[in-house]
């Protein structure tokens, strides 16, 4: 890779990463993928700011954007030029020694969310568990208030967390002390709150729940109950995270502080990177009670330094807002009998229909847009951040035509 950002591109644009057609890909993968995903038929090979191609070479706008995790957008030269000379000088530091790159991004994070320190780890469900494991040794107690339609992980204590049932049966017995309250239910919540909480566990915009933004007073609520009853609150922007929703953090739009703050996806450029960030009220964590082999790597943390540099420096959350707000505007003046709601925060947007969603996504990739699903009826939009506003006319052309 040459040093030049015109180099880095021309890099992500010409490399074909696979010699093999889409027949060759799927029943390679078919035969040693482990099954647990659904997989749609196509087979991406590389990709550039909001646009992927496929192995046919049929090209694609992206608003899956890794499912959150590409907010930089694909082959960002800035990002890929820091892992490649990161590389070359150090990928694995246990933190068990200082390193010099974990020692600048920990300054960083900590500076973005006006919180004291930070536990670096490699996934957003982790990044739940030691929210959780946290909540628990620092106040004593055992029980976590989380929401209906929330999700927060697979892992055991993030899965407890997570309300889907088709997520958790298949594992239950899952942790105890997890309870659900209806989301945006302030009295629910006061209810479910007392001096037995260890935390409340929120998103700030439920992303698989169907792209649904609390409201100002049930989360500004949340935090003065937790204050009330001695709880900490626990805020999961695992998606909404790093300029999504039009600033660096969701709570931000709410002047919210949360005592404990929940982080990945596109936190590294979409390397895989996980944080949680730590708040005043939790006091002392004693060593050795948590811990990741890979967590803080220099590798990751290189990643994440360029990331953040680039989302400040392109104002990307600014970028998201006023696209974000056009596109949302425009999504609503299509008139679709099949559409209940366009609603959401920046460029995480959501479509609610009155039918199930997946053939409707299935036919945006025919006419060359990816996207989500969020619950069975809403078709979700996750596009990069450094997607244009021609790009944006061009989704809400194809949707129409799609639900038209």
């Keep these: 890779m040459g040093n030049s950002k015109e180099a880095a591109l021309d890099v992500g644009i010409s490399a074909t990463p696979t010699s093999l057609d889409f027949a060759g890909i799927v029943e390679l993968e078919g035969k040693r993928t482990s099954g647990v995903y659904t997989k749609r038929p196509m087979a991406i090979v590389r990709g550039r700011e909001a646009r992927v191609w496929d192995v046919e070479g049929k090209e694609y706008i992206d608003c899956v954007g890794g499912q959150g995790a590409a907010n930089l957008g694909h082959a960002n030269p800035v990002v890929a030029q820091a892992i490649a000379e990161q590389a070359q000088v150090l990928i694995s530091c246990p933190e068990m020694f200082y390193n010099d790159r974990r020692a600048a991004l920990e300054e960083k994070l900590t500076a973005l969310a006006e919180m004291p320190r930070v536990f670096l780890c490699n996934s957003g469900t982790e990044a739940v568990e030691a929210a959780l494991k946290f909540a628990r040794l620092a106040t004593g107690r055992t029980e976590i208030v989380a929401a209906m339609r929330g999700f927060h992980g697979r892992t055991f204590g993030a899965l407890s967390a997570t309300w889907e049932k088709k997520y958790r049966e298949p594992f239950e017995p899952l942790v105890p002390g997890f309870s659900h309250i209806p989301y945006n239910d302030i009295q629910a919540?006061?209810?479910?709150?007392?001096?037995?909480?260890?935390?409340?566990?929120?998103?700030?915009?439920?992303?698989?729940?169907?792209?649904?933004?609390?409201?100002?007073?049930?989360?500004?609520?949340?935090?003065?109950?937790?204050?009330?009853?001695?709880?900490?609150?626990i805020l999961d922007e695992v998606q909404t995270g790093f300029g999504r929703t039009g600033k660096m953090f969701a709570f931000q739009h709410y002047g919210l502080q949360p005592d404990l703050l929940c982080l990945a996806k596109s936190i590294a450029g979409g390397l895989p990177m996980g944080a949680t960030l730590i708040g005043e009220r939790l006091g002392e964590i004693p060593p050795q009670v948590h811990g990741s082999t890979f967590g803080g790597n220099p590798l990751a943390c290189a990643a994440s330094l360029a990331a953040l540099d680039y989302l400040q420096t392109q104002d990307l959350p600014a970028k998201a807002a006023e696209l974000g707000e056009e596109f949302i505007q425009n999504l609503r003046q299509i008139q679709s009998p099949l559409v209940r709601e366009v609603r959401g925060l920046g460029l995480m947007v959501g479509i609610e229909l009155k039918q199930k969603v997946t053939p409707y996504l299935q036919a945006l990739m025919v006419q060359g847009v990816l996207a989500l699903p969020a619950g069975l009826t809403v078709m979700r939009f996750l596009p990069p951040l450094v997607i244009s506003r021609e790009e944006l006319h061009q989704v809400v052309k194809v949707v129409r035509v799609v639900l038209g």
């Design 189 to 233: 919540l006061q209810s479910a709150v007392s001096g037995q909480t260890a935390a409340v566990i929120l998103e700030v915009v439920q992303g698989e729940g169907g792209v649904t933004p609390g409201t100002v007073e049930f989360l500004r609520r949340a935090e003065e109950v937790c204050r009330e009853n001695g709880a900490l609150l």
